[in-house]
């Protein structure tokens, strides 16, 4: 029997017992189309997130902002600096020589294009990281009721003097409102912060996203937060 709730599915118990999750792959199959087009020898994996590198600017209170698809011959010193800051590294676990920081982003590059690394840069200057990926595509998705064209985000801000003055929430709600404008087939965007990580916790609340769940990660126990399209008029 259907939930008299239609939001309900968001928030069950997520705690499914281990022979369901044997069930669920690992890595969710690749999207039909995605990756080298056999016929024309062009790299369709752009396609899976409605090619960012082509979404332009977005107007905020602080200025332009944009996401930038990550260069890592351009990009790497700068990430790995951010990911050295001892409060990114508490969370992201990234910290230590470039090579490190280096082999996370060649996971994505490298990969079907389910994640696309970015930097956030706002007034022409990088200040941020982002990853953006399709949360119905990763593992995430054997720990929530996932729909096609979820999108996740994950976020650092770089510099300290961004931080804890509410530019966070302003760019989450910024870079929400590009994805749902940009990928018109995604009705969600969901986050899974750590909850041990207040601020951020905090940021995504304030940017619109709603509390559904505790769910047990590998190597974190996070909060699933979700902000749904039918709401961002709202937002």
């Known amino acids: 029997m259907p ?17 369901a999750l044997a069930l669920i792959p690992e890595e969710p199959q690749q999207e039909r189309g995605a990756g080298r087009d056999p016929a024309t020898g062009t790299d369709d994996r752009a396609a899976l997130l409605d090619h960012i590198a082509a979404w332009g600017p977005a107007d905020t209170p602080h200025g332009s902002f944009r996401l930038v698809p990550v260069v890592p011959a351009r990009d790497l010193a700068l990430i790995t600096r951010w990911m050295n800051d001892p409060a990114v590294a508490e969370f992201w676990e990234l910290a230590g020589e470039a090579h490190i920081t280096e082999k ?13 690394p970015c930097l956030g840069v706002l007034k022409d200057i990088p200040m941020s990281y982002w ?25 650092l801000i770089g510099g300290v003097a961004d931080r804890a003055r509410g530019l966070g929430s302003t760019l989450l709600r910024t870079v929400c409102g590009m994805v749902l404008e940009h990928r018109p087939a995604c009705t969600r965007v969901v986050a899974e ?22 769910v047990d990660l590998p190597g974190k126990r996070a909060g699933l937060m979700i902000r749904d399209r039918a709401l961002s008029h709202l937002m």
């Open 104 to 116: 996370h982003l060649s996971a994505q590059l490298d990969g079907d294009g389910r994640s696309v």
């Open 131 to 155: 990853e953006i990926y399709r949360a119905d595509l990763d593992p995430l998705a054997r720990y929530y009721p996932a729909r096609p064209h979820d999108t996740g985000v994950h976020l």
């Open 193 to 214: 912060p750590d909850l041990r990580n207040t601020p951020s916790v905090s940021a995504f609340l304030t940017a619109g996203f709603r509390f559904c769940a505790e």
């Open 3 to 19: 939930p008299s709730d239609p939001s309900a599915e968001d928030t069950l118990d997520l705690k499914l017992p281990a022979e």
